[in-house]
Structure formats: structure tokens, C-alpha cells
């Protein structure tokens, strides 16, 4: 079926898109979720019908009651998606982190000064302030992105459920 092919290619372009932001399993999860709905897609075509499959429907009523856990624990983790609106302490920290963990610098304590002490504030292309608000606003992007995945499974797990329901 068209209509999971576009789905699995969206969840997967997502998650490639942000995969050096997310944590590996997140990322290798929702890539596992595309490659299935994509698949479920081509066996639908091949066998011209919708979500027949030979296996125990409990079996799959457990596995979808599970997968769902498995993402609303993902979603709290992450704080339901939460935006960050003002520059903190922590969104500091996790800025220089974030900056420190891709650039490969190791440091004792994720801090502006302890980055300059350090000597790596010299080769950055941007101030201080402008760090925190790139990422302040990488955040939400990223943030924005995980919640349109996690409604995109959501709405495909309730579907599959009421199919099953009904089998």
C-alpha cells in the first residue's frame, strides 16, 4: 500500500536527518519501524490486500500494546517534547556539551569558561551568547521533529490496533 511506503519513507528521513542528535537506539528503533511499515506496504501490494497476515493476532495485539510503551516511555525521557524558551544553566551546560561531544574536545566541566580556560573558544565561529541560542533553537527544532514522528507511529499503532481488534 502507497499510503505506508510514504509513511515508512517519512519516518525514516526524519530520523536520518537527525540521527547525530538522537540517541542510537532511538534512532535504530524508528529506523527499525520504517523498515516494517515500508515492508508491510510491499506485501500489501504483492498480495492486494490490506494488513493480512498469517501470524497470532494476540501475538500482535501484545507487540503493538508494547511498541507503544516502548514510545510513550521514549517520550517522557524526553520530556514530552518539551521547548525550551529561556537560556538556563542546564541548557548551557548541554550546549557546551553537545559542542564539546562532536568536536571531540574533552573538558573536566561543561562550561563557557572552563572551554576558554581550555583554549578552545578561539576557533569558534560564533560568541558565547550566540552558542546558547543555536542550540536553544536546535533544540526545539529537534524537539518539533520527534513529536511529528511520535504522532506519525502513534496514529499508525491506533490504526493497526483497531485492525486487529476487529480481526
Same mark, same amino acid.
Given at each position: 500500500?502507497?499510503?505506508?511506503?510514504?509513511?515508512?519513507? *517519512?519516518?525514516?528521513?526524519?530520523?536520518?536527518?537527525?540521527?547525530?542528535?538522537?540517541?542510537?537506539?532511538?534512532?535504530?528503533?524508528?529506523?527499525?519501524?520504517?523498515?516494517?511499515?515500508?515492508?508491510?506496504?510491499?506485501?500489501?501490494?504483492?498480495?492486494?490486500?490490506?494488513?493480512?497476515?498469517?501470524?497470532?493476532?494476540?501475538?500482535?495485539?501484545?507487540?503493538?500494546?508494547?511498541?507503544? *510503551?516502548?514510545?510513550?516511555?521514549?517520550?517522557?525521557?524526553?520530556?514530552?517534547?518539551?521547548?525550551?524558551?529561556?537560556?538556563?544553566?542546564?541548557?548551557?551546560?548541554?550546549?557546551?556539551?553537545?559542542?564539546?561531544?562532536?568536536?571531540?574536545?574533552?573538558?573536566?566541566?561543561?562550561?563557557?569558561?572552563?572551554?576558554?580556560?581550555?583554549?578552545?573558544?578561539?576557533?569558534?565561529?560564533?560568541?558565547?551568547?550566540?552558542?546558547?541560542?543555536?542550540?536553544?533553537?536546535?533544540?526545539?527544532?529537534?524537539?518539533?521533529?520527534?513529536?511529528?514522528?511520535?504522532?506519525?507511529?502513534?496514529?499508525?499503532?491506533?490504526?493497526?490496533?483497531?485492525?486487529?481488534?476487529?480481526?
Amino acid at each position: 500500500m502507497e499510503w505506508n511506503k510514504n509513511i515508512a519513507q *517519512k519516518i525514516a528521513n526524519i530520523a536520518e536527518k537527525y540521527a547525530q542528535n538522537i540517541p542510537e537506539g532511538i534512532y535504530l528503533q524508528f529506523m527499525d519501524i520504517a523498515k516494517s511499515i515500508y515492508e508491510r506496504g510491499e506485501e500489501e501490494e504483492e498480495e492486494e490486500h490490506v494488513f493480512i497476515d498469517e501470524t497470532d493476532t494476540v501475538k500482535i495485539l501484545y507487540e503493538i500494546q508494547a511498541r507503544r *510503551k516502548a514510545i510513550d516511555d521514549a517520550k517522557k525521557v524526553m520530556k514530552n517534547f518539551k521547548r525550551v524558551s529561556r537560556v538556563t544553566k542546564d541548557l548551557k551546560e548541554m550546549a557546551i556539551e553537545s559542542y564539546c561531544k562532536h568536536s571531540d574536545i574533552r573538558i573536566p566541566v561543561y562550561s563557557w569558561e572552563c572551554l576558554e580556560y581550555y583554549g578552545h573558544t578561539e576557533s569558534l565561529p560564533v560568541g558565547e551568547t550566540d552558542m546558547y541560542r543555536v542550540y536553544k533553537e536546535h533544540h526545539n527544532m529537534k524537539m518539533r521533529k520527534y513529536e511529528e514522528m511520535y504522532t506519525i507511529e502513534i496514529k499508525f499503532l491506533e490504526n493497526l490496533q483497531k485492525y486487529y481488534d476487529s480481526v
